[in-house]
């Protein structure tokens, strides 16, 4: 049981380079989140979704789009990187279970630098 | 809007001290869950413990303890005889309803807690 990884770990991209982050889980969570933490700011989410074929937009979506084309995938994907999306983003799932809200499981990171 | 607060930005203690962390939440759902998560120097965030809204029992788990308070709308954590692989940020999350069975989590900026030996 891997959890949730991530891909890449580290990256840096120059202003208006574009790229994917992929998020890959195999507990099959019908959840699956994606983070940005900044110093001092804790986590922001930047959007999520609840199921196969759907997402919605978090807190901190502009500049940012998703996808969730299989349930265990949850790519994160950065169409022109801007300095400000220096960050590193972290991708979670979790578990539906009736009304019940369990714990969210978190990727290790990816550090993300745009010069 | 939901909203988490830890006053605490760094907490600097000397090991065997016990050091509490405050988290003080606002939320206008009726049920909800709290949570903490230990982030390490190595940057991985790992769960410690969740608390439903119905359910004010404190709890022990080792040296770490959670007093849950509804009246004040606080659930604090407390680490008993605190070691240097205590040294970590640790964050308060509380839940917030999307409608229907959907959810996120709101995290407050998190406390650095520094173990010195």
């Known amino acids: 049981n891997a959890g949730v990884t991530q891909t890449p770990k580290f990256r840096v991209l120059k202003t208006g380079q574009s790229m994917t982050l992929l998020c890959a889980q195999d507990m099959n969570h019908e959840y699956m989140y994606w983070y940005r933490q900044d110093p001092g700011m804790g986590l922001r989410l930047i959007h999520y979704s609840v199921g196969e074929g759907t997402t919605a937009k978090g807190e901190v979506p502009d500049g940012y789009n998703v996808s969730r084309l299989k349930k265990q995938n949850f790519l994160l994907g950065l169409e022109s990187a801007a300095p400000s999306q220096t960050s590193v983003y972290f991708c979670?799932?979790?578990?539906?279970?009736?009304?019940?809200?369990?714990?969210?499981?978190f990727g290790p990171g990816t550090r993300l630098t745009v010069l | 809007a939901q909203k988490v607060t830890q006053a605490q930005t760094e907490i600097s203690v000397v090991e065997k001290e016990d050091v509490t962390l405050d988290c003080v939440y606002e939320?206008?759902?009726?049920?909800?869950?709290l949570f903490w998560y230990k982030q390490p120097p190595s940057g991985e965030l790992v769960f410690l413990i969740r608390?439903?809204?119905?359910?004010?029992q404190n709890e022990i788990s080792g040296r770490y303890s959670w007093n849950f308070q509804k009246s004040t709308s606080s659930f604090n954590f407390t680490i008993t005889a605190s070691q240097v692989v205590d040294s970590a940020v640790y964050f308060c999350?509380?839940?917030?309803?999307?409608?229907?069975?959907?959810?996120?989590?709101?995290f407050g900026k998190g406390t650095l807690l520094t173990v010195n030996p």
């Open positions: 939320t206008r759902d009726t049920t909800y869950y």
């Open positions: 999350a509380l839940s917030e309803a999307l409608g229907g069975s959907n959810y996120k989590l709101t």
């Open positions: 608390r439903n809204s119905f359910d004010e």
């Open positions: 979670a799932s979790s578990h539906l279970e009736g009304q019940t809200i369990n714990e969210q499981f």
